[in-house]
Each structure stands twice: as C-alpha cells, then as structure tokens.
C-alpha cells in the first residue's frame, strides 16, 4: 500500500552541493512529476514525464535535471544547490490525461534547506 | 496572467458550519478538469474532488461538492458540516487539455475550525 514514495523526507545542504532526489510509485502510472511548494504559493511544476525514458521541462526547471530510466522512478537532481532552491518538494503520479480526469497522487514531500 | 485564483488567504469557520471556498480559474481550453486537494499541517497532498469541464452535473464526494459554474469559470469548493479536522490548506488546480498533463495551482486558502 505504498503509493507514492520520496527519499530523504528532510535534507540540510550547503550552497553549492549536489544530491539526488529519488521517487518511487507501485501504481504503474505513465506520468510522473516533480513539483516544489514555496510559502505563500501554489505547487509549481519542475519537470515531468510522460513515461519511461521521456521528460520534459515543467514551469520552473532551472537548476534541476531529471531521469526516468525506470517506469516506477523518477529522480530530481541538484548540480548546485542555491539558496533559492529552499522549498517543499513534492513528487506525484497519475494514470493518464484528460478527460478521464483521474487524480494525480502525491509522495509525503522532502523538504530541502539549502544554507 | 493568473490561471487559478483563489481570493481568500485565509477564512475562520465555525465547527459544524458549512464552509464555501472560491476558485476561478481561466483557459480557453473546451476540454479541462478541476481539482481540489486539501493540505493539513502534516504535509501530505490529499485528493478531495474533480469536476470535468463536460460534467454536467456538479461532483459531490461525501461532506465536499463543488460548486461548479462554468460561465462565471468558478470552480468553488463547498465543506458541509465542517469538522475539526478540515482545518488545512485547500488549492484547486486545473489540467487543460493542451496542457501536457500539467496542473496548474492556485496559492490556496488556509482554512481554520474553530470549536
């Protein structure tokens, strides 16, 4: 009863660093996305993918690179880690398009603080 | 320009009564689903509701319905009986068709039960 998984669910990074973020569904959904929450806002999209292989860039994909080599994973990259990338992350999953209309799925969230 | 609009940051309701919360939205997309998720202060995203923009009817899902006029391109979110634990923040977001499977989010409203 898995759903959607993040890891880590909390990280502390200094300027500059790199890490990964890694998201994990068992639902056989076909698209995945990455999404970060900033204080006062809605979600915004990342990058996204459509299935395994393929991705694209969301409303803000500066500074983040992904990859879905697995149909089940889909990770997030931070080369160089800034300031401005302190948020909430949060990772979703959905079966398909319009006009199905079926929801999409989200992991617990990894929030990052980026000193 | 804002595609989902939430007017209220924050409302006050009292425990038992029924609570309204407002979403426009703006797309000139025929094809469009509308969502609500609720975020209680733990983090996690929670799937509330969907309205099609097809649905003639207006979708209901237990305690919450939307209240859907697609003229006025409103999409609002109506709690009946509010209970303690809806206290959380509520975001609508939309999926246009043409949108590559992106969902579009408002900035919320902080939503508080008071007993």
């Known amino acids: 009863n898995a759903g959607v998984t993040q890891t880590p669910k909390f990280r502390v990074l200094k300027t500059g660093q790199s890490m990964t973020l890694l998201c994990a569904q068992d639902?056989?959904?076909?698209?995945m996305y990455w999404y970060r929450q900033d204080p006062g806002m809605g979600l915004r999209l990342i990058h996204y993918?459509?299935?395994?292989?393929?991705?694209a860039k969301g409303e803000v994909p500066d500074g983040y690179n992904v990859s879905r080599l697995k149909k089940q994973n889909f990770l997030l990259g931070l080369e160089s880690a800034a300031p401005s990338q302190t948020s909430v992350y949060f990772c979703?999953?959905?079966?398909?398009?319009?006009?199905?209309?079926?929801?999409?799925?989200f992991g617990q969230g990894t929030r990052l603080t980026v000193v | 320009a804002q595609k989902i609009t939430q007017t209220q940051p924050g409302m006050f309701v009292q425990e038992k009564e029924a609570v309204t919360l407002d979403c426009t939205y703006d797309t000139s997309d025929q094809s469009y689903g509308l969502f609500w998720y609720k975020q209680p202060s733990s983090g996690e995203m929670i799937f509330l509701i969907y309205?099609?923009?097809?649905d003639e009817q207006n979708a209901t899902e237990g305690r919450y319905s939307l209240n859907f006029q697609k003229a006025r391109k409103s999409a609002n979110l109506v709690i009946s009986a509010s209970q303690l634990g809806d206290s959380a923040m509520y975001f609508c977001a939309m999926r246009e068709a043409d949108s590559n499977y992106q969902l579009i989010w408002g900035a919320g409203t902080k939503l508080i039960i008071k007993p």
């Open positions: 639902m056989n959904h076909e698209y």
């Open positions: 309205q099609g923009s097809y």
């Open positions: 993918s459509v299935g395994e292989g393929t991705t």
């Open positions: 979703a999953s959905s079966y398909s398009r319009l006009p199905t209309g079926t929801e999409a799925f």
